[in-house]
């Protein structure tokens, strides 16, 4: 009579014979990791780029990821991928130490282009999903086409509660509902789009309509002056994000502590890890453990 093992047994197997040699050394285990990250982007395509709605455009898009991926594989650390503006999603990535397993979870806040300068597009792509909310319809509708398993959400973020005026520029990154730069803007030759009233919702209450997890791995925000507003929206008691990723133009390295955002995040329980330009990282104190 056959033996039959099961799942968990051959991969406690696997795990004692491979470990030495896999692990012996940092360049081995490097390179496993990284072609346990290409394996994972082929074997995720379809599943995260396919859908009925657009069967033969979402066919090709997945068959393109396949097959960047199966070119990763013979290269290794010679192609590491990064779609952040300056790298931001390796940073995440170095930060949260996921398992090549895991599949997270992100709430993304103004989170403009699903590709292009995305800081969340390299965690799709590994099985990772969330909630994307940006103020553009367009480019909110771009996600739906692009990144069907994440829930794109059309809104404007923020504390406040009085509709303000948003301002959409050709430039999309430059979209924002603060005038303060509107004149370097236009002075400059950017083309402003449209001009429309929007009634800010706050981060909880978007979460709790989409059924988001009170603990999840990254929240990330790039607000265009209202990020601080976006976490002050955000009860941090009820949803407990383990990396956050804002935006900080102002941020003097000099003088950490004393930004608005370092202020607000730091008696709630986080430590600020870097900053690199203008994005600042804080974790969460209470899960340093890796995924």
């Keep these: 009579m056959p033996v039959i093992y099961s799942a968990a047994t051959l991969r406690a197997t696997a795990q004692r014979y491979l470990a030495r040699p896999l692990y012996q050394s940092a360049r081995s285990r490097a390179s496993f990791t990284q072609a346990g990250l290409a394996l994972k982007e082929v074997r995720m395509s379809f599943r ?7 069967p033969f ?12 991926g199966l070119v990763r594989l013979p290269l290794g650390r010679s192609v590491r991928l990064s779609y952040g503006y300056t790298g931001e999603d390796r940073l995440i990535e170095s930060l949260l130490k996921p398992l090549v397993t895991h599949n997270g979870y992100y709430v993304e806040v103004g989170c403009n282009e699903p590709r292009f300068i995305s800081n969340t597009f390299l965690l799709y792509r590994r099985g990772w999903r969330g909630i994307c909310i940006d103020a553009n319809e367009q480019l909110v509708q771009k996600y739906r086409r692009i990144r069907p398993r994440d829930q794109a959400v059309c809104a404007f973020v ?8 948003y301002l959409e520029f050709a430039n999309s990154v430059l979209s924002t509902a603060d005038p303060q730069y509107v004149p370097q803007y236009l002075a ?9 009233q929007v009634q800010p919702h706050s ?3 978007i979460l709790a309509e989409r059924n988001a997890p009170a603990r999840f791995d990254l929240l ?3 607000a265009e ?3 601080l507003s976006v976490l002050q929206s955000l009860d941090f008691g009820r949803y407990r994000p383990r990396l956050v990723l804002v935006e900080a133009e102002d941020f003097d390295p000099s003088q950490p502590l004393l930004h608005p955002i370092c202020t607000f995040l730091l008696p709630l ?9 203008k994005n600042l990282y804080f974790m969460d104190v209470a899960s340093h453990t890796p995924l």
């Excluded at 400059?188 to 429309?196: A, K, M």
């Design 188 to 196: 400059r030759g950017e083309q402003l789009r449209s001009r429309r």
């Design 158 to 165: 923020s504390h406040r509660t009085e509709a303000l005026s």
């Design 269 to 277: 329980g986080y430590v600020l890890k870097g900053s690199m330009l």
């Design 48 to 54: 995260q780029f396919f859908t009925w709605a657009s």
């Design 57 to 68: 455009h979402s066919g090709l898009r997945s068959l393109k990821y396949v097959l960047i």
């Design 220 to 222: 990330a925000i790039d």
């Design 203 to 205: 981060l909880t209450a």
């Design 225 to 227: 002056e209202f990020d």
